[in-house]
């Protein structure tokens, strides 16, 4: 279950609106943690309801970069990191802040955070379209052609029950499925690191999960997480 808000009370997420201008991707995952325990943010992870939206994204952060050759040249803010199966990643030449734009999979806000392991990573900035009349979020693009809806574009934060509440207690909860239990377990024990430490609900789940993976599953779930959170 996730709660919606505007953005009125997230005036901490305000300087996020720089990397979301230009496309239409979204931002989820950890870097909300460190956002909102006030620690340095060293990279960002954007999602797309779409392949097309992602390569619309790549398209215009490539153009951003020095030396691009592209019809619409920008200013020059961002440098080309690195780029794999998963993800292409660039860095913000002024703060340092490294973009990453995930290809792996594709969904609403919502979707997309579904498929995160820990409650304290399932936190979304995105942007929704509003109608003007009844200030419901639309589902889907209006259509171009009906003048009488009127819409407006506005910043909205999505996140999971009891996301501050497991943040603040520094607790690791798993609260759905474990589709990758090696990556979830090698997660776990890095956030073990930082201070994080999971309820007795979730460790029984990971071993669970751990203990159903065969000889290939444990193979493909050390590798099909990477680039989402």
């Known amino acids: 279950m996730f709660t919606r808000e505007d953005r009125g009370n997230f005036w901490i997420l305000n300087w996020l609106d720089e990397f979301m201008i230009g496309h239409n991707g979204f931002i989820c995952g950890g870097c909300f943690k ?19 939206d992602y390569e619309d994204a790549v398209q215009y952060f490539d153009s951003m970069i020095p030396g691009y050759e592209g019809d619409d040249k920008r200013s020059e803010e961002y440098t080309f990191y690195y780029e794999n199966d998963n993800v292409k990643a ?21 979707e997309i955070l579904s498929q995160f392991d820990f409650s304290i ?24 052609f009906n003048e009488d809806i009127k819409t407006h574009i506005e910043y909205r934060v999505m996140y999971t029950e009891n996301f501050f509440q497991h ?29 994080y430490f999971p309820c007795r609900e979730t460790k029984l789940k990971i071993i669970k999960a751990l203990r159903d993976l065969d000889d290939r599953q444990v193979e493909l779930s050390e590798n099909l997480y990477d680039g989402m959170d």
């Not at 660039?90 to 919502?110: A, D, N, Q």
């Not at 607790?171 to 990758?180: F, M, W």
């Open 34 to 52: 460190n956002i909102f325990n006030k620690e340095n943010v060293k990279d960002i992870d954007m999602f797309f309801e779409s392949e097309s």
């Open 167 to 195: 943040l603040h207690m520094k607790r690791l909860v798993t609260d759905g499925n474990i589709p990758y239990p090696m990556s979830t377990f090698e997660r776990m024990l890095r956030y073990v690191k930082y201070g």
């Open 121 to 144: 990573t399932k936190f979304a900035y995105y942007k929704a379209i509003i109608e003007d009349e009844t200030g419901a979020e639309r589902e889907e693009e209006p259509d171009p």
């Open 90 to 110: 660039y860095k913000h030449i002024r703060t340092g802040v490294r973009i990453e734009l995930c290809s792996k999979i594709f969904g609403k806000p919502e």
